[in-house]
Structure formats: structure tokens, C-alpha cells
């Protein structure tokens, strides 16, 4: 979540706002987003405080609230006679209570500190033709969570809202038009909405709506454990991404959305070892690295035109991404890198993704470490903290161990090509080295700033021996 300038670098990278480098993928998986809702909702089991993130499950009646432009926050919220606002709604839903929203307009909401369960989450659904049109309420603790204490800001820019809560579920939203940035004088306001947006979460589930053209993102997390990201459109970002999660969230799955024509990154998910949350370090751990992610069946297409991967990951380990697919994005396909994260981005799986780039793009695939190769640290990722942050040191480990595997790795320039790594990232990283293989290609590679042949990528690396041409 943290604001970075956007550089453009030579056969590199491209740092966006919220902190990442820019680069692109595609293939198949077959289980569903509701069966992943399921298994996941189990995997770790909430501790910490009463606050929404806790273990207090906030009580609920297994009652459907209907919600309609034409109702009076008066009524009980009956398909006969419905709550007007949805904030109305998600201030009386409780565990195993569902909110539907008619077709017509409405102001954004928030569900705040709230708990459902696994076997009764909190369930937000809109109907075909709900639409958020404008910002919800001020939340009632907007998270304070960066050094400078700066994001208070005095609007509210968001859409849909989820903080400080688990086992909530957004299905079905139309959601448009949340502003950008916005001033008075030199004052900021604030830095642009999010279409929907999550904060120091678990078991989240953001499925089956359409997020575009919105102020600076379509859908955003920071500090959330095993969000579900599915089946979503995400479209249209004027300042930044199309999905974006950030900030030392684990486990998240972000599968078969539609994320086209935003101004950076189609999906970013950057660990931002920077920032710190009292809400998050309440039930999980703030180190600096996303574990465990899974990014697979997305269409990713014509992202970038600002800076900004396809599929751009700072500080992601031991994650898979699978089965995407990457058509004509400007900037990197897939970008696993460090700047902000407490490590590189290591140990990943990158398989079955079909990779086309734009004639103006960067490399398919890009491994590198932080810019300074020399140093022990990364800079970006060492900024002086709060006294009261306890964070981990940021060490400069480059992005290794990654295996690179059954690919279309296709690239329209006439530069850049199929795969590039850095020195600090071709290393081993400890019993684990670069992998890659059974891949389909271009002529084209690159180590640091050397451009190499197929032949010679094999010489140099001891890669792709199996790998071919494409036709």
C-alpha cells in the first residue's frame, strides 16, 4: 500500500505506486473458487483479540436482508419492505445473515469488526444491476499503517469496504467510478478509491463482481490472510492496478478474473516490508513476505501502458502461478523481483501460462533482486521504521530458486525477449537453484544487462535444454 515513483528502467523494471516492478503470464486448474472458499476457510484458525480480525463471531439471525433504492432505513429490511442504504444492511448482518441488494444505485458501505464463520460467513450479494456508484461512509477507524501516519486522509474515497473482519463474503457488485486523487489547494485529500478494498482480513472471499473505472485500483488488500480474489472483472484503474494485495498477507488465491486496461499492474501483490499494522500483528505475523500465494486462470490483458508487470510480485515465496494468460501488456509479463519486500521473490512456481507481449513490452519472465547488487540490504525496503516497529531486517537475497516450466513465453519486441535473471538471482539459494525447462520461447534471453541466444542461454545458465523455438 505504499506510494513509490514510478521509473522506467532499461531492460528492468518498473517501480509503480504501491511499490512494484513491472513485467507478465497464462494456463489451467480445475478447482472452483467456491470449493477453494471451502478448504481454505479451515487452514488456519483466527487468535488474537475481539477486534473484527479475533476470535468473537458477531452475532447473526441466518437472515436475507433485502436492500433497494426505493426502501427507508426505517424498515426491517424485508423483501417487502427494504433497508434504502447497504451501510444500513452491514450494520445489523451478523454470522450467517445475507445481504441482497436490488437492482439500482447506491452509495458504498463498510463492514467493519466483524466475525463470521466458516460454516456461516457474512454474505454481501448484489443482484444483476446493483451498482456502487459512489463512496461509502467514512470508516469508523480509517488504519493508520505508515510511518508518516499520513493515510487519515479527510474523504473516504473507497467503494466496498472490509476491515478488521473474517468469513465475510462480496459477491455480485457492479462497482465504478470511485475518484482519484483529490486536492484542495496543496492539501491531499486522498491518493484515489478503490473499487472494493480489504484491510487486515482473514478468510475474505471477493467473487463474481465488476470493479472498473475507478480511482487508483479496482480491488485492494493490505495485511489479509486467505482472501479469495475470483472470477472477478477488474478493469479500468486510472492510477494503478487492476488487483492488487499487499503488505505481509499469506495464502491468497486469485483465479480466473478478467484484469484488462489499467494504467500499471493487472495483479501486484507486494509483501512491503514498510508498513505496519497493530490490527494485523494482533493475529499474524508482519515480516515483509507473502507464502503460499496462488495465481492461476486469470486473462490478463493490455496493462502496463504506465509501468507495471502483468503479474508483478515483490517479496512472494513459495507461491504458483499457473494457467494465465497475457495478451498484449506493455510492460513485463512476470515480474518477481524485490524492492520493497523483506526478501526477493523465491521458490515460485511459474507453469502452463501462455505469455503474448506487446511489440513495446519488457521480458515474459523477469527474476531480479533489488537494484543495488552490491549491498546486503535493499534500500527501498530499509526505510528508518517507527520505534515502536519491530519489523525484520530487509536482506538483499535476489529472486531465486524459482522453476520456470511449461510455458509459451512469446515476446512482439524486438528487444526484449523470453526470460531474463540477474546475477544475484541465478545464484542458489541454498539447496534450491533456478529451474527452467519445457518451455516455448523466442530467441532471446538476458542475464544483467547481456542479451543472449537460446544457444547461448543454455552455455551460460544450464537451462532450457528442452525448451524450443516457437514456430
Not at 488456519?44 to 468473537?56: I, N, Q, R, V
Not at 526478501?343 to 515460485?348: K, L
Not at 501462455?354 to 530499509?382: E, K, L, P
Amino acid at each position: 500500500m505504499r506510494k513509490s515513483t514510478l521509473v522506467l528502467l532499461p531492460l528492468a523494471l518498473v517501480t509503480c505506486a504501491g511499490g512494484a516492478l513491472g513485467i507478465a503470464c497464462g494456463s489451467t486448474s480445475a478447482t472452483s473458487i467456491d470449493a477453494d472458499a471451502s478448504a481454505t476457510a479451515t487452514s488456519t484458525s483466527p487468535t488474537g483479540t475481539t477486534t473484527g480480525t479475533g476470535t468473537t463471531v458477531t452475532p447473526g439471525k441466518n437472515t436475507t436482508y433485502v436492500v433497494a433504492p426505493s426502501g427507508n432505513d426505517a424498515n426491517p429490511g424485508t423483501a417487502e419492505l427494504p433497508f434504502a442504504t447497504l451501510q444500513k444492511a452491514a450494520d445489523v448482518a451478523g454470522a450467517g445473515d445475507t445481504v441482497v441488494a436490488k437492482p439500482g444505485e447506491y452509495a458504498g458501505f463498510n463492514v467493519e469488526d466483524k466475525n463470521g464463520t466458516a460454516e456461516a460467513p457474512i454474505v454481501f450479494r448484489g443482484e444483476t444491476g446493483a451498482k456502487v456508484v459512489r463512496p461509502g461512509p467514512t470508516a469508523k477507524k480509517p488504519p493508520v499503517n505508515t510511518a508518516s501516519k499520513s493515510f487519515d486522509w479527510p474523504r473516504w474515497p473507497h467503494g466496498i469496504t472490509v476491515q478488521r473482519a473474517s468469513y465475510v463474503v462480496i459477491e455480485g457488485f457492479e462497482v465504478t467510478g470511485m475518484p482519484g486523487e483529490e486536492r484542495e489547494g496543496a492539501k491531499l485529500l486522498h491518493r484515489g478509491g478503490a473499487g472494493i478494498r480489504l484491510e487486515a482480513t482473514r478468510h475474505v472471499t471477493v467473487r463474481k463482481n465488476n470493479s472498473h473505472d475507478n480511482g487508483r485500483w479496482a480491488i485492494f488488500g493490505g495485511f489479509c490472510d486467505d482472501a479469495i480474489v475470483g472470477e472477478n472483472t477488474a478493469a479500468g484503474s486510472k492510477l494503478e492496478h487492476g488487483i492488487y494485495l499487499s503488505n505481509s498477507g499469506d495464502r491468497p488465491i486469485i483465479r480466473k478474473n478478467k484484469v484488462f486496461g489499467n494504467l500499471a499492474s493487472g495483479i501486484q501483490i507486494n509483501a512491503d516490508n514498510n508498513f505496519d499494522s497493530e490490527e494485523y500483528k494482533a493475529f499474524a505475523m508482519v515480516d515483509g513476505v507473502t507464502t503460499g500465494a496462488r495465481i492461476e486462470e486469470n486473462e490478463i490483458r493490455d496493462n502496463g501502458r504506465g509501468g507495471g508487470a502483468a503479474i508483478n510480485l515483490d517479496g512472494v515465496s513459495d507461491s504458483t502461478i499457473r494457467g494465465n494468460t497475457l495478451t498484449n501488456n506493455h510492460a513485463t509479463g512476470i515480474a518477481l523481483f524485490q524492492e520493497n519486500g523483506a526478501t526477493g521473490s523465491r521458490n515460485n512456481t511459474v507453469t502452463e501460462n501462455t505469455i503474448d507481449m506487446a511489440a513495446d513490452a519488457r521480458w515474459a519472465i523477469q527474476m531480479v533482486g533489488c537494484q543495488d547488487i552490491s549491498g546486503t540490504t535493499c534500500t527501498t525496503a530499509s526505510e528508518p521504521p517507527l520505534v515502536s516497529w519491530t519489523r525484520p531486517a530487509a536482506n538483499a537475497t535476489g529472486s531465486t530458486g524459482n522453476t520456470i516450466t511449461k510455458n509459451t513465453l512469446g515476446n512482439r519486441s524486438a528487444t526484449s525477449g523470453s526470460i531474463r535473471i540477474d546475477a544475484r538471482s541465478l545464484a542458489t539459494d541454498g539447496a534450491k537453484a533456478f529451474t527452467s525447462n519445457d518451455n516455448v520461447v523466442v530467441d532471446r534471453f538476458g542475464v544483467d544487462a547481456q542479451t543472449l541466444t537460446l544457444a547461448a542461454w543454455r552455455t551460460r545458465t544450464g537451462q532450457d535444454a528442452a525448451s524450443r523455438l516457437a514456430p
